[in-house]
């Protein structure tokens, strides 16, 4: 495994985190393989495992909790997120002080420790004032019960916004964001990664594989893999995924691939890490052998020659107004 800065801060995350919003717990088999998955990851140098108090109405973080607790705590890198509804209840949802100081407090308890390493937030809340959502922030980690904390699919604009008030207000600084980001969805390039690189902000990508799509699972004109995520899933993410033009772009994709001996998901994977702004991509496993190939990812380098084909291939163009 490889580890690098989570921006310009101290610390050091594998490059490969574990995240677990799509785990199933809904039946004893499932629950062993995920704990089998879990230890595993730990055991081959994974030392950042993401949650949400939101994933599957706080069982995910109570799992993760009982698995965690078996390991030193100096050796892992926990991390949790705030603001979708936990409740029922005018203030079981958003970004105010209430809500943030009940929910870390839940958090800690389900995940068995006295401090999360990262402490997200989950989406930006238009019900609460910024001042007031960056106070608490900056508050839990002078309490010492968040090392480090961020922000999660927020705008280049609410970033910066954030950012300006952190400096007039004297709190603790915003360390790292989570957006998605892969071959298939590269907002972040237009203006996020030179906020990030500005600023020394950690980027931590998830569905990096693009909800399994450059998994290579997924090919044109075949059959839906039996019980893959696009046979179940609720929200239907990966199946609106499963466009023609991403279908084509995977078989074209999975020959570089194959090029370079190595498979679609390693190529993904080292694709977000290309870049150095990126501290670890946050992807998730359900069985042992997902995780075997999203781990050879780790210190895997494209060779130019392949990343420029890759960049023919995504034939991607940022929006970038020419002022003449």
């Known amino acids: ?16 985190g574990l995240g677990s919003w799509v785990t199933r717990l809904d039946d004893a088999d499932r629950t062993r393989v995920a704990q089998e998955v879990a230890q595993q990851a730990f055991d081959n140098g994974v030392n950042f495992f993401d949650c949400a108090d939101a994933y599957n109405g706080g069982e995910s973080e109570r799992f993760l909790g009982r698995i965690l607790s078996q390991f030193p705590r100096e050796e892992y890198v926990v991390s949790s997120k705030v603001f979708f509804p936990v409740g029922e209840g005018p203030n079981d949802r958003g970004l105010s002080r209430k809500h943030i100081i009940s929910q870390i407090d839940k958090s800690l308890k389900n995940l068995q420790v006295d401090y999360l390493d990262l402490y997200f937030c989950h989406r930006p809340d238009p019900e609460t004032p910024l001042e007031e959502t960056l106070q608490v922030m900056s508050d839990l980690v002078a309490a010492g019960k968040v090392l480090y904390w961020g922000v999660s699919e927020w705008t280049p604009v609410q970033i910066t916004k954030a950012l300006g008030l952190i400096r007039e207000m004297g709190l603790r600084p915003l360390s790292v964001i989570q957006p998605e980001y892969n071959m298939v969805d590269r907002y972040i390039e237009d203006e996020l990664v030179d906020i990030c690189h500005e600023n020394g902000i950690g980027i931590t990508p998830f569905s990096p594989l693009a909800q399994g799509l450059l998994t290579g699972k997924y090919r044109k004109g075949q059959p839906l893999p039996a019980g893959s995520r696009a046979t179940w899933q609720s929200d239907h993410q990966i199946n609106d995924l499963l466009t023609d033009d991403h279908l084509d772009k995977v078989e074209r994709l999975l020959k570089v691939a194959d090029g370079l001996g190595v498979s679609l998901s390693v190529l993904a994977l080292a694709w977000d890490l290309r870049l150095p702004e990126v501290s670890s991509v946050i ?17 895997f380098k494209i060779p130019a020659d392949a990343l420029a084909e890759i960049e023919a291939i995504l034939d991607y163009h940022p929006f970038r107004r020419h002022i003449g």
């Open 1 to 16: 495994m490889q580890y690098r800065n989570l921006g310009k801060w101290g610390l050091k995350i594998s490059e490969i």
């Open 283 to 299: 992807a998730g496993a359900s069985k042992p052998s997902q995780l075997e190939s999203n781990l050879a990812a780790a210190g």
